[in-house]
């Protein structure tokens, strides 16, 4: 089953780490995403620039707005994501706790709902 | 406003809690073996008794207390359904009891009959420890549910079907005699330390709920070791885990930091506790048989020597993990023999042993195996290799201390 592991974090805190802390950061997450590849597990993720550069689009009466910024504007904000295909909630869960985003974060897991399944 | 009344029902309703909940759900659910109508009942019990005590006092024997009135609630559920010949026995039984001074009645300990029953071969493997915390402990599924990484939900289901297997099945609490003893014992030991295990693999003071979850553990395993005191792997398992309580602070420096075991203060190990274990230990080896939680409290206690000797004893530890290796085949004590054979042949024959279970798909996800292999390969001066395997580590764990440690390894390559 297809799981997405969605990292929502307060990206202000990552601004006031030094240099090699940041670095250290990003190098967990590379590490993290290269254990997903290993297991066969992995069948997608990226980092998401942070909600400032967000663009919402939207369709009221027949016209169309575009909105600067985020749907929703909070403090721990969508950061990343990662799709992996694990047999089970219990599988998805364990990936989730391994993420970094765990630990500076909250990581929220759910399942993906494929096009023609009930 | 707060009381002391209040504070002092409080104090009461927990201590009944701690020390007779499994008790009064042995009890409650004895002839029925329905455990959830009994732990229902039970809840309503310590309600009535936080709404009670504080206004009329705590009463003389607060067990009883709540047993009259989780009996009273059971009796009322029970008439408004139609009930089995069993069932309704038992509750004419428990009426005619009714009848008695509560203040002098003396709730039999049928605590062993329900961790046996808990950890009966027609239980899942995996529900068998969350069912032992819940229905001997009375912790609620959502806290167990976080301590094994599952979600609330699933756990729910999980704890409840598991009940009514109970229920349906007819597995009964009566602890087996004799040779079905021996047999259906490491069961029971397997979930308790399953349990001590949640609780220890998470960091120091980070979750109080789990830190707990180590210490109810340690109780249960007590419990199992006062009330079976000839059988030498319930003393070996209370020994083990003691033995890694004693180190529980000597895990984290100053500043929060991972120290791995061969690095720690043994001043901050609890002296106390150690020798706790030791005598248990003793007392185990004396016994007749032996098995696998006797032989993890020896490597332990193989560890424990390095407060005195300053080294750990290495030689007695890939002994001990040879034993383990025999009897139990599994790939963690294989990995485990391979790290004591590295300390005492060197890295490269450890690298060899490791390379045995190396194809060993249990592994593949298991952080210890790679942060092991790494250690050696850069020991060897293999660093490509080791960075690999650092990273592959680091990928894996989730304890943020130990990941940053991993990272400190990989980076003084």
């Given at each position: 089953?297809?799981?997405?592991?969605?990292?929502?974090?307060?990206?202000?805190?990552?601004?006031?780490?030094?240099?090699?802390?940041?670095?250290?950061?990003?190098?967990?997450?590379?590490?993290?995403?290269?254990?997903?590849?290993?297991?066969?597990?992995?069948?997608?993720?990226?980092?998401?620039?942070?909600?400032?550069?967000?663009?919402?689009?939207?369709?009221?009466?027949?016209?169309t707005?575009?909105?600067?910024?985020?749907?929703?504007?909070?403090?721990?904000?969508?950061?990343?994501?990662?799709?992996?295909?694990?047999?089970?909630?219990?599988?998805?869960?364990?990936?989730?706790?391994?993420?970094?985003?765990a630990?500076?974060?909250?990581?929220?897991?759910?399942?993906?709902?494929?096009?023609?399944?009930? | 406003?707060?009381?002391?009344?209040?504070?002092?029902?409080?104090?009461?309703?927990?201590?009944?809690?701690?020390h007779?909940?499994?008790?009064?759900?042995?009890?409650?659910?004895?002839?029925?073996r329905?455990?959830?109508?009994?732990?229902?009942?039970?809840?309503?019990?310590?309600?009535?008794?936080?709404?009670?005590?504080?206004?009329?006092?705590?009463?003389?024997?607060?067990?009883?207390?709540?047993?009259?009135?989780?009996?009273?609630?059971?009796?009322?559920?029970?008439?408004?359904?139609?009930?089995?010949?069993?069932?309704?026995a038992?509750?004419?039984?428990?009426?005619?009891?009714?009848?008695?001074?509560?203040?002098?009645?003396?709730?039999?300990?049928?605590?062993?009959?329900?961790?046996?029953?808990?950890?009966?071969?027609?239980?899942?493997?995996?529900?068998?420890?969350?069912?032992?915390?819940?229905?001997?402990?009375g912790?609620?599924?959502?806290?167990?549910a976080?301590?094994?990484?599952?979600?609330?939900?699933?756990?729910?289901?999980?704890?409840?079907?598991?009940?009514?297997?109970?229920?349906?099945?007819g597995?009964?609490?009566?602890?087996?005699?004799?040779?079905?003893?021996?047999?259906?014992?490491?069961?029971?030991?397997?979930?308790?330390?399953?349990?001590?295990?949640?609780?220890?693999?998470?960091?120091?003071?980070?979750?109080?709920?789990?830190?707990?979850?180590?210490d109810?553990?340690?109780?249960?395993?007590?419990?199992?070791?006062?009330l079976?005191?000839?059988?030498?792997?319930?003393?070996?398992?209370?020994?083990?885990?003691?033995?890694?309580?004693?180190?529980?602070?000597?895990?984290?420096?100053?500043?929060?930091d991972?120290?791995p075991l061969?690095?720690?203060?043994?001043?901050?190990?609890?002296?106390?506790?150690?020798?706790?274990a030791?005598?248990?230990?003793?007392?185990?080896?004396?016994?007749?048989?032996?098995?696998?939680?006797?032989?993890?409290?020896?490597v332990?206690?193989?560890?424990?020597?390095?407060?005195?000797?300053?080294?750990?004893?290495?030689?007695?530890?890939?002994?001990?993990?040879?034993?383990?290796?025999?009897?139990?085949?599994?790939?963690?004590?294989?990995?485990?023999?391979?790290?004591?054979?590295?300390?005492?042949?060197?890295?490269?024959?450890?690298?060899?042993a490791?390379?045995?279970?190396?194809?060993?798909?249990?592994?593949?996800?298991?952080?210890?195996?790679?942060?092991?292999?790494?250690?050696?390969?850069?020991?060897?001066?293999?660093?490509?290799?080791?960075?690999?395997?650092?990273?592959?580590?680091?990928?894996?764990?989730?304890?943020?201390?130990?990941?940053?440690?991993?990272?400190?390894?990989?980076?003084?390559?």
């Amino acid at each position: 089953m297809e799981y997405l592991l969605l990292v929502y974090s307060d990206n202000k805190q990552f601004d006031t780490l030094t240099p090699a802390q940041q670095a250290e950061g990003l190098a967990a997450y590379g590490a993290y995403a290269e254990a997903l590849q290993k297991a066969g597990v992995m069948r997608g993720g990226n980092r998401l620039r942070p909600q400032e550069t967000a663009t919402t689009v939207r369709m009221r009466s027949g016209k169309t707005e575009v909105l600067n910024g985020p749907y929703a504007e909070t403090r721990e904000q969508l950061g990343g994501y990662f799709l992996i295909d694990v047999p089970n909630l219990d599988a998805a869960l364990s990936w989730a706790s391994r993420c970094p985003g765990a630990s500076h974060g909250t990581m929220e897991v759910r399942p993906v709902w494929a096009m023609g399944e009930n | 406003m707060r009381t002391d009344a209040v504070t002092a029902a409080e104090e009461a309703a927990e201590d009944a809690a701690r020390h007779s909940y499994g008790k009064l759900v042995a009890f409650l659910a004895a002839r029925t073996r329905d455990v959830a109508g009994a732990e229902d009942a039970l809840s309503e019990a310590f309600a009535a008794a936080l709404a009670d005590w504080p206004r009329h006092g705590v009463p003389r024997t607060p067990d009883a207390w709540l047993l009259t009135v989780a009996r009273r609630k059971l009796i009322d559920a029970g008439r408004q359904r139609r009930l089995d010949g069993d069932a309704s026995a038992h509750l004419a039984w428990l009426e005619e009891l009714k009848a008695g001074d509560d203040g002098d009645t003396t709730i039999p300990d049928g605590r062993l009959g329900l961790l046996f029953a808990c950890a009966h071969p027609g239980i899942d493997r995996g529900v068998r420890a969350p069912l032992m915390l819940q229905a001997v402990l009375g912790f609620d599924a959502a806290t167990i549910a976080s301590a094994f990484l599952v979600a609330p939900a699933t756990m729910g289901q999980r704890l409840s079907r598991a009940k009514t297997k109970i229920r349906q099945a007819g597995i009964g609490f009566e602890v087996p005699e004799g040779a079905a003893l021996r047999e259906r014992l490491p069961d029971v030991l397997d979930a308790i330390y399953a349990a001590y295990a949640e609780g220890w693999s998470d960091p120091q003071g980070a979750d109080a709920r789990r830190r707990n979850l180590a210490d109810e553990a340690i109780w249960l395993g007590r419990l199992l070791a006062s009330l079976l005191p000839d059988e030498g792997e319930a003393l070996g398992l209370l020994s083990l885990m003691l033995h890694a309580h004693a180190r529980r602070d000597a895990r984290r420096g100053e500043s929060g930091d991972y120290v791995p075991l061969d690095a720690q203060d043994t001043a901050r190990w609890d002296v106390g506790m150690i020798e706790e274990a030791e005598a248990l230990l003793a007392r185990a080896n004396a016994c007749e048989g032996g098995g696998r939680y006797q032989l993890e409290a020896a490597v332990q206690s193989a560890h424990a020597v390095r407060r005195r000797a300053g080294r750990a004893d290495w030689h007695a530890i890939g002994q001990l993990y040879d034993a383990l290796c025999a009897l139990t085949g599994s790939p963690v004590a294989a990995l485990n023999r391979a790290v004591a054979i590295a300390h005492t042949q060197g890295p490269q024959a450890g690298l060899l042993a490791l390379d045995d279970i190396a194809g060993d798909t249990r592994l593949a996800d298991y952080q210890p195996y790679w942060a092991a292999r790494a250690e050696l390969l850069a020991r060897t001066g293999a660093r490509q290799a080791a960075a690999e395997a650092y990273r592959q580590a680091i990928g894996l764990e989730s304890d943020p201390a130990v990941r940053r440690f991993l990272q400190q390894r990989a980076a003084a390559l």
